[in-house]
């Protein structure tokens, strides 16, 4: 089993900074793409920003210039760098990852984690 566990959410003043991270661990032999996902109440959930096992990444238009995504692949952690917070920013913060349990099977499995809460005041 993989579990993925955010952190770093918390509450700012517009304009403020979090850094988020994501921490994958369990049956893990690797793990390929992973995404930061966020939901607003009342509203879909939208993808954020994602990034691949080499690097190559890809923002929102309303994070672009903002955020930065980076991942640490020996850790099997994600981050989300969150600058010049607004409050629509506001939201649950999942992360998301596609994981290769074993090197048996190159099946890649879809874990979530339980969210961790962005609140920006203005």
């Known amino acids: 089993q993989v579990q993925l566990v955010e952190s770093g959410g918390g509450s700012v003043q517009a304009g403020g900074s979090l850094r988020l991270s994501c921490a994958a661990s369990?049956?893990?032999?690797?793990?390929?793409?992973m995404e930061w996902y966020r939901q607003a109440p009342g509203k879909q959930r939208e993808l954020v920003a994602g990034?691949?096992?080499?690097?190559?990444?890809d923002y929102a238009d309303f994070v672009k210039g903002r955020f930065t995504i980076s991942r640490d692949n020996a850790k099997n952690t994600m981050y989300l760098q969150m600058n010049t917070l607004k409050p629509e920013d506001t939201a649950v913060y999942y992360c998301?990852?596609?994981?290769?349990?074993?090197?048996?099977?190159?099946?890649?499995?879809?874990?979530w984690g339980r969210g961790t809460q962005v609140t920006v005041s203005s």
């Open positions: 998301y990852a596609a994981v290769q349990i074993s090197s048996r099977s190159s099946v890649l499995r879809a874990y």
């Open positions: 369990g049956s893990i032999f690797s793990v390929d793409k």
């Open positions: 990034i691949t096992s080499g690097g190559s990444t």
